[in-house]
């Protein structure tokens, strides 16, 4: 019965309604083939891993406006403008810099250990669809890295605050991206030599903090001293602001260790809790070690303690546990400490807003000392010298002698250039008046 009412059915239409139908049933097919494929493709993709990227992504980028917060709350009030405005515009410019050529050089197909292919440039090939091995859209890791990118060079702005000049410090930043931050994040994560060796580094010490703080130290000895500094008083316009400055990069660190595990997973539990340990340890060394030293505890030396501490967990986070991130975070407030407040009035160089001393420092503690606490307890991890494995202590001392060569030579000599070409530094009457009204026409207060 159900053939002679198909086939009655068949029958009733017409010649034109009978060619159509038959011609649709192959596109049909072609159709649910395609969103077979795509469904196969889309499996591959884990919604929780992919969740917690999105808000890692998100908690990272909102470290840059964080920074700035922190940066503009210990500059001058003539220059608080300013100092937020570096890291803003960093936040815009590099957001585009990174889609048209940063990301491919940075991750894309390996050439020789050194560099990414352009075979990724504007983003071609880099779809929806999981890279092989992952479990979240290539494009939601492009974007998580991309925030790493962004914050890198804005950490530098801190050492030339208060006397540079806009339009150099824009060309500066997008030539140190492209030569600096792209190839060494390709060297460590990117399939290049450094990752090869094995030295470890699981969200940025050598990668941001070591290159930006080796910048940072290279730019305040090229660019040369404020006016004034060091036998004027220079003093922080609105410490509070600083602190939730602090509060807003300890909030989005979590995103930026926890989320290099790539996945909801023990991996990210693991750097969540040591992030937070580390940074804890670290500010509280550092305001007893004031205290004993300075006589009084002081909010600012907390905050930038904190900072100390986060900056040295990074390369750690996901290879030690919790006992050895307290190890780090104090070493991180002892060191740190040393080179803000002893080294830098000894040395006599102007970091106005001590990048080194932080994150020069910071960062080169963070990943020695992954050499000497990663331990293979840890999933992901292996083990360093404290744990009968000496060899990994020798990987990490070379990748951070390699970071610090990279971004000494190319910030000495992109300065130098562009000193040459454009000048580094505002007019001195520009730089009195203050570089919110000399370089923008605007006040951050009216009082």
């Given amino acids: ?149 962004i914050i890198t060079p804005a950490l530098i702005t ?111 539990v693991n750097a969540f809790v040591t992030t937070n340990t580390a940074t804890g340890t670290a500010a509280f060394t550092w305001t007893m070690v004031e205290w004993l030293h300075r006589g009084k505890p002081t909010i600012l030396g907390a905050a930038t303690g904190a900072v100390a501490g986060l900056v040295a967990i990074t390369p750690a986070a996901g290879f030690v546990g919790p006992i050895s991130s307290i190890f780090i975070g104090a070493g991180a407030g002892l060191f740190c400490y040393y080179a803000v407040v002893i080294l830098k009035p000894k040395l006599g160089y102007d970091d106005s807003l001590d990048v080194f001393g932080v994150h020069g420092v910071g960062g080169t503690w963070g990943a020695i000392a992954t050499g000497l606490f990663a331990s293979s307890s840890i999933p992901g991890s292996t083990d360093g010298l404290f744990f009968g494995n000496p060899a990994q202590l020798g990987k990490q001392l070379i990748a951070v002698a390699a970071t610090w060569v990279l971004a000494c030579v190319v910030t000495f000599v992109t300065l130098k250039v562009l000193d040459g070409i454009m000048g580094l530094r505002v007019k001195e009457e520009e730089e009195v008046e203050g570089l919110d009204l000399s370089q923008h026409g605007e006040t951050g207060y009216y009082l």
């Fill in 1 to 149: 019965m159900m053939t002679i009412v198909r086939n009655s059915w068949i029958e009733g239409l017409g010649k034109g309604d009978r060619a159509a139908m038959f011609l649709f049933f192959p596109v049909l097919l072609v159709l649910l083939s395609g969103k077979a494929a795509f469904a196969a493709e889309a499996s591959k993709i884990d919604t929780g891993d992919t969740a917690w990227l999105l808000v890692s992504t998100a908690l990272v980028m909102v470290m840059t406006p964080g920074l700035a917060f922190f940066y503009g709350g210990m500059a001058r009030s003539k220059n608080v403008l300013n100092t937020i405005m570096l890291s803003f515009i960093i936040l815009c410019m590099m957001s585009v810099q990174w889609v048209l050529w940063g990301y491919t050089l940075a991750f894309g197909p390996d050439v020789g250990g050194i560099i990414g292919s352009l075979s990724w440039l504007g983003l071609k090939g880099v779809g929806l669809e999981p890279t092989e091995g992952s479990t979240i859209p290539h494009q939601l890791f492009m974007m998580f890295q991309g925030m790493f990118a």
């Fill in 158 to 268: 801190g050492a030339f605050a208060e006397r540079i000049k806009f339009s150099t410090f824009l060309v500066f930043t997008l030539i140190w991206a492209t030569l600096v931050y792209d190839p060494l994040a390709h060297w460590v994560w990117g399939g290049g030599w450094l990752g090869d060796l094995g030295a470890l580094d699981f969200a940025g010490g050598t990668v941001v903090h070591i290159s930006s703080g080796a910048s940072a130290l290279i730019a305040a000895l090229v660019v040369g001293k404020r006016k004034g500094y060091p036998t004027e008083p220079i003093h922080p316009n609105n410490l509070p602001l600083t602190v939730i400055g602090a509060a807003l990069l300890w909030f989005g660190w979590f995103g930026f260790n926890a989320g290099s595990a790539l996945a909801a997973n023990a991996s990210a």
